[in-house]
């Protein structure tokens, strides 16, 4: 009886956080030549390693996002 309730209660919160601050579109940074390094951002993403070639396609796919990243 317990988890349904406190399933209920969580459910209601997020409606009335939504409804009380509804979201909104974030304004977007605008450099003029690069990104400053007190500015800079690290994105990082958890990774199963399974097998031989799926390393090799995941540091493949790495080298092309490194390639494509303006400097």
Request: charged fraction near 25%.
């Amino acid at each position: 009886m317990l988890l349904p309730a406190s399933e209920v209660a969580i459910g209601l919160v997020q409606r009335l956080v939504v409804r009380w601050a509804p979201p909104r579109r974030l304004p977007r940074l605008e450099f003029p030549a690069e990104i400053p390094d007190d500015a800079r951002t690290m994105v990082v993403v958890p990774t199963l390693l399974t097998s031989v070639p799926a390393v090799t396609a995941l540091v493949e796919h790495l080298e092309v996002l490194a390639l494509r990243e303006p400097r």
